[in-house]
T-cell receptor, first 113, second 111 residues
Framework: ETGVTQTPRHLVMGMTNKKSLKCEQH?????MYWYKQSAKKPLELMFV???????ENNSVPSRFSPECPNSSHLFLHLHTLQPEDSALYLC????????????FGSGTRLTVV | ELKVEQNPLFLSMQEGKNYTIYCNYS?????LYWYRQDPGKSLESLFV?????AVKQEGRLMASLDTKARLSTLHITAAVHDLSATYFC???????????FGAGTTVTVRA
């Protein structure tokens, strides 16, 4: 158990579906992140939240909608996705200022059909 | 913008031999991290390097940091199959909590 829990581990969804990914951390961290990792591509930072406030959105399409109700929980709401959105979605958290690196969740393997 | 460059991006290793992965970064930093990712899995923290000259070792892996050269190395001694994975370095700029990741080095160890 890494301290950062992501659910579900696997998700298959149609292009017209709406689904949500969930991330939870009990490490007392202040910052949480969503990354996308496509096959044979570098990690892509999607969103950053610090103390529940979104501090970064790296030009992510609006079909991805993040939500951070508190410092322990982070969601990624998905709707009308495209097949090219199929990827491993990783959540991470860190201690904020001076924190020693990220702790990653196990990821959600998303397949859009 | 902080840029992190790893090389090589792909490394085919022969069992029993020694190899080095390099991580260069573009701006002043006092913290550098190495992560390992197995295929289809998440990233696992390997090392945290917090000062110039820092050296950390775990089994066959040794990481070092030269902040003046803006360079970290991950040295693999006597490679074994279990070390096959993708290795990422990540750096944070001074007073920034966010990390910038390198593209990763995919290591394959063959007999």
């Amino acid at each position: 158990e890494t301290g950062v829990t992501q659910t579900p581990r696997h998700l298959v969804m149609g292009m017209t579906n709406k689904k949500s990914l969930k991330c939870e951390q009990h490490l007392g961290h202040n910052a949480m992140y969503w990354y996308k990792q496509s096959a044979k591509k570098p990690l892509e930072l999607m969103f950053v939240y610090n103390f529940k406030e979104q501090t970064e959105n790296n030009s992510v399409p609006s079909r991805f909608s993040p939500e951070c109700p508190n410092s322990s929980h982070l969601f990624l709401h998905l709707h009308t996705l495209q097949p090219e959105d199929s990827a491993l979605y990783l959540c991470a958290s860190s201690g904020g200022q001076g924190g020693y690196g990220y702790t990653f969740g196990s990821g959600t393997r998303l397949t859009v059909v | 913008e902080l840029k992190v460059e790893q090389n090589p991006l792909f490394l085919s290793m022969q069992e029993g031999k020694n190899y080095t992965i390099y991580c260069n970064y573009s701006t002043t930093s006092d913290r550098l991290y190495w992560y390992r990712q197995d295929p289809g899995k998440s990233l696992e923290s390997l090392f945290v390097l917090l000062s110039n000259g820092a050296v950390k070792q775990e089994g066959r892996l040794m990481a070092s940091l030269d902040t003046k050269a803006r360079l970290s190395t991950l040295h693999i001694t006597a490679a074994v199959h279990d070390l096959s994975a993708t290795y990422f370095c990540a750096v944070s700029a001074f007073n920034d909590y966010k990390l910038s990741f390198g593209a990763g080095t995919t290591v394959t160890v063959r007999a």
